[in-house]
C-alpha cells in the first residue's frame, strides 16, 4: 500500500508505529543569584557565576549591601517519567508509507514524526512491530522537548539510527547532540540506554563555540574518549578529557564532571579568578560553592598569592519564608601587617506580621587597610546593629540601635559616639475643622561614646515631639498660597559634660506664610513656565540659656531642595530662628524637540544674623544669605546636565556642584565635579576641589570597557583610578581589570590591583547582565 503525501494519525498509523516518548518534566523552581561550579575528578565543572560587588558607600561612611535572596533545589530536579496513555498517538507525515504484510512499516521521503513534543525528521523509517524497533536513515533531526522551555530542549542530529519504538534508546552513528541551544557534542556514535536518561557518546569534541565549515576550529574544545550526559541529575562525565584552546592542547585530566546548561546551582568549583597586586604579589582564588538543602549554600574561596598571603573566604546565604540573611568574611595570614586579619560582615531581613521590616547587620574587621588590601569595601566606618520599620500611606515607624566602628585615622573610637539609638514615630492626618494636612511625629534619641572624661566623653539622651499643620489656597489671578505651622519640644538628659545642665527642656514654634504665582506660556508647541515664590518664616530666637550641645547639625547644606524649608539645619540640636524671608525664582521650558531647561535662583534675608550658622560658614550665616543658582538640562539622546553654585555679593563662588551624565546605547557616562571653601564647612582644613567619572561603552561587538577616576585638584594628584575590559562572545567571557588606589596613610598603602577570570559558556545556566552585547559569530555561507 502506497500513501504519497499522506497524514496518518490515530488508527492504523498509531496502532502500528505505537510511539511513546516519555516526557522530561521538570519540576522547576525560582533562583535568585545562581551559582554554578567547575570541578575536575568528579566532580561539576566551571560555569559563570557572579563576583561579589563592593556594598555602596553610605553618607555616614558606612556600607550596607542589599540581602540576595536565594530560594532554589539542593539538587536538580529528577526527569518526571510520563507513562503512556492508552490512547496516544503519534502524527507521521511522509511523501510515501508502505505497510508489509509482517507488522513492517515503512515510510520515506520528508518523513516526519511527532509525538507528545518530540519531532523525528528523517528521510526513510522502517518500523518492524514485531522486533518493537526503527531502523532511521538520514539525515537525522530527533527534537526533544526541554523541562522548562524550548530553549532547553535536547537536539540529536545524526547519519543513520536504531532506535526503539519509544525513540529513547539506541544507537546512532554519526551523531551531533545539542544541549540547550548551547552546548554541542559531535561523536562517532551516541547510544541511549535507560529511557533517554543516559546517552553515551565515544570518541567526542564538545565546545560552545561557533563552529563553521570553512574553519572547523572552533575558540576552545573539550575533546574525549568518551562523555556520558545524565538526563535525571543534569551533570556530563567526561573520560579523559583534554582541553584545547585554538586547537591546541593545554590540559588534560583522567575525569572531569561539569552540569549541563540547564543547571542552576550545583556543589562545586565556581570560576576562579587571578589577581595581583603590589601589597600581597599574584595570586589565586577558588571558590567552591555547597548547596545546603533548598534554600542555603556556602562558598569557600581559598585564596593564595605566590609568598604573602593565605586566605580563606566564606559566604553563607539562606533564604526563609519571611526573609533572608547573608554571612561574609575572611581568615588570612600575610606579611603587610603582623598578626591574624580579617573581617566578618552579616545581614539579615525579615518581613514580620503587620509589613514590619526588621533588618539586623553585623560590620567588624581587624584594620581598615585589610578591607582595602582585599578588595572588600571602601567604608571608613562600620555600624552593626537593628532596624524595625514600617511604612504605610499616613504612618510612619522606624527604629534603629547599633554600634558605629571608626577606621579613619583622625578618629579615636573612645572619643567617638559609637552606641546611637533612634526611634521615630509620625502620622499625617487631614483635621476637618480647620482643613489642610497635620501631623504628629515623636521621636528619641541617645548616643553614648567609651570614654568618661568631661566634654569628650559627652553622653545624650533627647526626647522631641512634633506637631505641625499646612494648608493651600488658590487666590484670583492664580496664586498659590500656604499657611504652615509647627510646634517642636525637646527634653535633653545631658552626661559628662560640665559646661551644661544636665537636663535641657525647649519649645520652639514656627509660622510661615507662602505664596506662589505659577505663569504658564506657550510658544508654538513648547511650553514655558515661571514661578516666583514668597515665604516669610519666623521662630524665636534661642537665648542662651536653651542651648543644648550640637552633636546633629553640624553639616549644613543649601540648595534648592532646602531653600522654602521652615528649618535647614539637619538635625534637632540646633534650630532656626529669627524672622526670615525666602525668596525664589524658577523658569522650565519643555521644548517640543526632545529637550527640557530648568533654572532656580533664591536667597534668604533675615532679620538678625543666627547664630546657628556661625560656625556654618558664610553659605547661611549674616542677615544674607549667598545667592544659589542651579541648573538642570536633559534632552531625548540621554544627555542630563546639572549644576548648582553658591556666591556672595561679590560673585565670589564659595560652593559649586556640576553633574553630567549621558545614557545611549553603547555608552553609559556619569562625571562630576566639587568644589568647596573650607571657611563654608566647619573643621574642613582645606578646599575641596575634586572631579569623579565612571563610564563604560561598547566598544565593537562583544567588546565592553569600563572606566572609573577620581581626581583631587587641591592635593593635585589622582586618589583612584580603574579600567576594565571584557569580551563576550557566544561561548566564552574574558574580564579583566586593573586598578590603582594613590592615596595613603600610616594604616592604608597605595596599592595597584590586576585581574582575569575566564568563563567558558555552556557549563551551568548563564546570566546575561543585559548591559554587554555577545559577540555572535556566525557561518559565511
Request: proline share 5%; aromatic share 6%; charged share 25%.
Given at each position: 500500500m502506497t500513501?504519497?503525501a499522506?497524514?496518518?494519525?490515530?488508527?492504523?498509523?498509531a496502532?502500528?508505529?505505537?510511539l511513546?516518548l516519555?516526557?522530561?518534566a521538570s519540576?522547576?523552581t525560582?533562583?535568585?543569584a545562581?551559582?554554578?561550579?567547575?570541578?575536575g575528578r568528579?566532580?561539576?565543572?566551571?560555569?559563570?557565576t557572579e563576583?561579589?560587588?563592593?556594598?555602596d558607600?553610605?553618607?555616614?561612611?558606612?556600607?550596607?549591601t542589599a540581602?540576595?535572596v536565594v530560594i532554589a533545589?539542593?539538587?536538580p530536579?529528577?526527569r518526571?517519567?510520563?507513562?503512556?496513555?492508552?490512547?496516544?498517538?503519534a502524527t507521521?507525515?511522509?511523501?510515501?508509507?508502505?505497510?508489509s504484510g509482517?507488522?513492517?512499516?515503512?515510510?520515506?521521503?520528508?518523513?516526519?514524526?511527532?509525538?507528545?513534543?518530540?519531532?523525528?525528521?528523517?528521510?526513510?523509517v522502517?518500523?518492524?512491530?514485531?522486533?518493537g524497533t526503527l531502523?532511521?536513515?538520514?539525515?537525522?533531526h530527533l527534537?526533544?522537548?526541554g523541562?522548562e522551555?524550548?530553549q532547553?530542549?535536547v537536539?540529536?542530529?545524526?547519519?543513520?539510527?536504531q532506535?526503539?519504538e519509544?525513540?529513547?534508546?539506541?544507537?546512532?552513528?554519526?551523531?551531533?547532540m545539542?544541549l540547550?541551544?548551547e552546548?554541542?557534542?559531535?561523536a562517532a556514535?551516541?547510544?541511549r540506554?535507560?529511557?533517554?536518561r543516559?546517552t553515551t557518546?565515544?570518541?567526542v569534541?564538545?565546545?560552545?563555540c561557533?563552529v563553521c565549515?570553512?574553519?572547523?576550529?572552533?575558540?576552545w574544545?573539550?575533546?574525549?574518549?568518551r562523555i556520558?550526559?545524565?538526563?535525571e541529575t543534569?551533570?556530563?562525565h567526561?573520560?579523559?578529557?583534554?582541553?584545547r584552546?585554538?586547537?591546541?592542547?593545554?590540559?588534560?585530566?583522567?575525569?572531569?564532571?561539569a552540569?549541563?546548561?540547564?543547571v542552576?546551582r550545583?556543589?562545586g568549583f565556581l570560576a576562579p579568578?587571578?589577581?595581583?597586586?603590589?601589597?600581597?604579589?599574584?595570586?589565586?582564588?577558588?571558590?567552591?560553592f555547597?548547596?545546603l538543602?533548598d534554600?542555603?549554600?556556602l562558598?569557600?574561596?581559598p585564596?593564595v598569592s605566590?609568598?604573602r598571603?593565605?586566605?580563606l573566604?566564606l559566604?553563607?546565604?539562606?533564604?526563609?519564608v519571611?526573609?533572608?540573611?547573608?554571612?561574609?568574611?575572611?581568615?588570612?595570614?600575610d606579611?603587610?601587617a603582623?598578626?591574624t586579619?580579617?573581617y566578618?560582615f552579616a545581614n539579615?531581613?525579615?518581613r514580620l506580621?503587620?509589613?514590619?521590616?526588621l533588618?539586623l547587620?553585623?560590620?567588624?574587621?581587624s584594620?581598615r587597610?585589610?578591607l582595602?588590601?582585599?578588595d572588600?569595601?571602601d567604608?571608613?566606618?562600620?555600624?552593626s546593629?537593628?532596624t524595625l520599620?514600617?511604612?504605610?500611606r499616613?504612618r510612619?515607624?522606624?527604629a534603629r540601635?547599633?554600634r558605629y566602628e571608626?577606621?579613619?585615622?583622625e578618629e579615636?573610637?573612645?572619643?567617638?559616639?559609637?552606641l546611637?539609638?533612634?526611634?521615630?514615630?509620625?502620622?499625617?492626618f487631614?483635621p476637618a475643622?480647620?482643613?489642610?494636612e497635620?501631623g504628629?511625629q515623636?521621636?528619641?534619641h541617645?548616643?553614648?561614646?567609651?570614654?568618661g572624661e568631661?566634654?569628650?566623653?559627652r553622653?545624650m539622651?533627647?526626647?522631641?515631639?512634633?506637631l505641625?499643620?499646612q494648608r493651600?489656597e488658590i487666590l484670583?489671578l492664580?496664586i498659590?498660597a500656604a499657611?504652615?505651622g509647627?510646634?517642636?519640644?525637646?527634653?535633653?538628659?545631658?552626661?559628662?559634660d560640665s559646661r551644661?545642665d544636665a537636663?535641657?527642656?525647649?519649645?520652639?514654634?514656627?509660622?510661615a506664610?507662602e505664596l506662589r504665582?505659577?505663569?504658564?506660556?506657550r510658544?508654538g508647541?513648547?511650553a514655558n513656565l515661571?514661578?516666583?515664590v514668597?515665604?516669610?518664616?519666623?521662630?524665636?530666637?534661642l537665648?542662651n540659656?536653651?542651648?543644648?550641645?550640637?552633636e546633629?547639625?553640624?553639616?549644613i547644606?543649601?540648595?534648592?531642595?532646602?531653600?522654602?524649608?521652615?528649618?535647614r539645619?539637619p538635625g534637632?540640636d540646633a534650630v532656626?530662628?529669627g524672622?526670615?524671608?525666602?525668596l525664589g525664582?524658577?523658569?522650565?521650558?519643555?521644548?517640543?524637540?526632545g529637550?527640557?531647561l530648568?533654572?532656580?535662583?533664591?536667597?534668604v534675608?533675615?532679620n538678625?544674623?543666627?547664630?546657628?550658622?556661625e560656625?556654618?560658614?558664610e553659605v547661611?550665616?549674616?542677615?544674607?544669605?549667598?545667592?544659589?543658582l542651579s541648573?538642570t538640562y536633559?534632552?531625548s539622546s540621554g544627555?542630563?546636565?546639572a549644576?548648582?553654585?553658591?556666591f556672595?555679593s561679590?560673585?565670589?563662588i564659595?560652593?559649586?556642584?556640576l553633574?553630567?551624565?549621558?545614557l545611549?546605547?553603547?555608552?553609559?557616562?556619569?562625571a562630576?565635579y566639587l568644589w568647596?571653601?573650607?571657611?563654608t564647612?566647619?573643621g574642613r582644613p582645606?578646599?575641596?576641589?575634586?572631579?569623579t567619572a565612571?563610564?563604560?561603552?561598547?566598544?565593537a561587538?562583544?567588546?565592553?570597557?569600563?572606566?572609573?577616576?577620581r581626581?583631587d585638584?587641591?592635593?593635585?594628584r589622582?586618589q583612584?583610578a580603574?579600567?576594565?575590559?571584557?569580551?563576550r562572545?557566544?561561548?566564552?567571557?574574558?574580564?579583566?581589570?586593573?586598578?590603582r588606589?594613590?592615596?595613603?596613610?600610616?594604616?592604608?598603602?597605595?596599592?595597584?590591583d590586576?585581574?582575569l577570570s575566564v568563563?567558558?559558556?555552556?557549563?551551568?545556566?548563564s546570566?546575561a547582565?543585559g548591559?554587554?552585547?555577545?559577540?555572535?559569530?556566525?557561518?559565511l555561507r
Amino acid at each position: 500500500m502506497t500513501a504519497p503525501a499522506r497524514i496518518l494519525r490515530r488508527g492504523t498509523a498509531a496502532l502500528a508505529i505505537g510511539l511513546a516518548l516519555a516526557t522530561a518534566a521538570s519540576a522547576q523552581t525560582d533562583l535568585t543569584a545562581p551559582s554554578v561550579p567547575f570541578v575536575g575528578r568528579g566532580g561539576p565543572a566551571l560555569a559563570p557565576t557572579e563576583s561579589n560587588r563592593r556594598g555602596d558607600r553610605l553618607a555616614d561612611g558606612t556600607s550596607f549591601t542589599a540581602l540576595p535572596v536565594v530560594i532554589a533545589p539542593r539538587r536538580p530536579p529528577a526527569r518526571v517519567e510520563t507513562p503512556p496513555e492508552p490512547d496516544d498517538a503519534a502524527t507521521l507525515l511522509a511523501d510515501h508509507v508502505d505497510l508489509s504484510g509482517d507488522r513492517v512499516l515503512t515510510a520515506s521521503g520528508g518523513v516526519v514524526i511527532w509525538f507528545r513534543g518530540a519531532r523525528l525528521i528523517a528521510e526513510r523509517v522502517i518500523y518492524d512491530g514485531n522486533a518493537g524497533t526503527l531502523a532511521i536513515e538520514g539525515p537525522i533531526h530527533l527534537t526533544e522537548p526541554g523541562s522548562e522551555s524550548t530553549q532547553s530542549e535536547v537536539i540529536l542530529i545524526a547519519d543513520a539510527a536504531q532506535l526503539d519504538e519509544d525513540l529513547q534508546d539506541g544507537l546512532l552513528t554519526g551523531a551531533r547532540m545539542v544541549l540547550a541551544r548551547e552546548l554541542q557534542f559531535a561523536a562517532a556514535e551516541v547510544r541511549r540506554t535507560g529511557q533517554g536518561r543516559m546517552t553515551t557518546l565515544t570518541h567526542v569534541v564538545a565546545s560552545s563555540c561557533q563552529v563553521c565549515a570553512s574553519d572547523p576550529t572552533p575558540l576552545w574544545e573539550i575533546r574525549a574518549r568518551r562523555i556520558t550526559h545524565d538526563a535525571e541529575t543534569r551533570r556530563i562525565h567526561f573520560d579523559r578529557p583534554q582541553f584545547r584552546a585554538f586547537g591546541l592542547p593545554v590540559a588534560t585530566l583522567p575525569v572531569l564532571s561539569a552540569p549541563d546548561p540547564t543547571v542552576e546551582r550545583m556543589t562545586g568549583f565556581l570560576a576562579p579568578r587571578f589577581r595581583t597586586t603590589s601589597g600581597l604579589g599574584f595570586g589565586v582564588m577558588l571558590p567552591y560553592f555547597i548547596t545546603l538543602g533548598d534554600s542555603a549554600d556556602l562558598t569557600l574561596t581559598p585564596y593564595v598569592s605566590a609568598s604573602r598571603t593565605a586566605t580563606l573566604g566564606l559566604r553563607y546565604r539562606q533564604a526563609f519564608v519571611n526573609g533572608a540573611a547573608e554571612i561574609n568574611g575572611a581568615i588570612s595570614d600575610d606579611d603587610l601587617a603582623s598578626g591574624t586579619r580579617g573581617y566578618l560582615f552579616a545581614n539579615a531581613a525579615f518581613r514580620l506580621p503587620r509589613d514590619y521590616l526588621l533588618g539586623l547587620q553585623l560590620q567588624t574587621a581587624s584594620d581598615r587597610a585589610y578591607l582595602l588590601d582585599y578588595d572588600i569595601t571602601d567604608a571608613d566606618r562600620l555600624w552593626s546593629g537593628v532596624t524595625l520599620d514600617r511604612v504605610a500611606r499616613d504612618r510612619l515607624v522606624t527604629a534603629r540601635v547599633g554600634r558605629y566602628e571608626a577606621l579613619r585615622d583622625e578618629e579615636d573610637n573612645a572619643a567617638f559616639p559609637d552606641l546611637v539609638a533612634d526611634a521615630l514615630w509620625e502620622r499625617r492626618f487631614r483635621p476637618a475643622l480647620i482643613g489642610g494636612e497635620g501631623g504628629v511625629q515623636l521621636s528619641v534619641h541617645a548616643h553614648r561614646r567609651r570614654s568618661g572624661e568631661d566634654i569628650e566623653g559627652r553622653d545624650m539622651a533627647r526626647g522631641s515631639a512634633r506637631l505641625d499643620w499646612q494648608r493651600n489656597e488658590i487666590l484670583p489671578l492664580g496664586i498659590v498660597a500656604a499657611m504652615q505651622g509647627r510646634l517642636d519640644a525637646d527634653l535633653y538628659r545631658i552626661r559628662d559634660d560640665s559646661r551644661f545642665d544636665a537636663t535641657e527642656a525647649r519649645a520652639t514654634p514656627v509660622g510661615a506664610i507662602e505664596l506662589r504665582w505659577p505663569l504658564l506660556s506657550r510658544g508654538g508647541r513648547a511650553a514655558n513656565l515661571l514661578e516666583p515664590v514668597l515665604q516669610v518664616v519666623w521662630s524665636p530666637e534661642l537665648d542662651n540659656e536653651d542651648e543644648v550641645p550640637n552633636e546633629d547639625s553640624r553639616l549644613i547644606e543649601f540648595d534648592e531642595g532646602n531653600l522654602f524649608s521652615l528649618d535647614r539645619l539637619p538635625g534637632r540640636d540646633a534650630v532656626e530662628g529669627g524672622l526670615r524671608a525666602n525668596l525664589g525664582l524658577t523658569w522650565t521650558r519643555i521644548d517640543p524637540a526632545g529637550w527640557s531647561l530648568g533654572v532656580t535662583a533664591g536667597r534668604v534675608l533675615r532679620n538678625d544674623p543666627d547664630p546657628a550658622f556661625e560656625r556654618g560658614g558664610e553659605v547661611l550665616s549674616g542677615r544674607q544669605s549667598d545667592w544659589l543658582l542651579s541648573a538642570t538640562y536633559s534632552d531625548s539622546s540621554g544627555l542630563a546636565v546639572a549644576n548648582r553654585a553658591l556666591f556672595d555679593s561679590d560673585l565670589s563662588i564659595h560652593r559649586d556642584e556640576l553633574r553630567v551624565g549621558w545614557l545611549r546605547p553603547g555608552l553609559e557616562l556619569s562625571a562630576g565635579y566639587l568644589w568647596i571653601d573650607a571657611r563654608t564647612e566647619e573643621g574642613r582644613p582645606r578646599d575641596v576641589s575634586e572631579l569623579t567619572a565612571t563610564t563604560g561603552w561598547q566598544v565593537a561587538q562583544g567588546w565592553r570597557a569600563t572606566a572609573e577616576t577620581r581626581y583631587d585638584f587641591a592635593a593635585d594628584r589622582a586618589q583612584k583610578a580603574e579600567l576594565g575590559l571584557e569580551y563576550r562572545n557566544e561561548c566564552v567571557t574574558v574580564d579583566l581589570s586593573v586598578s590603582r588606589r594613590f592615596t595613603s596613610s600610616d594604616t592604608v598603602r597605595a596599592d595597584t590591583d590586576v585581574g582575569l577570570s575566564v568563563r567558558l559558556g555552556g557549563f551551568g545556566r548563564s546570566r546575561a547582565d543585559g548591559v554587554a552585547t555577545v559577540a555572535r559569530r556566525s557561518c559565511l555561507r
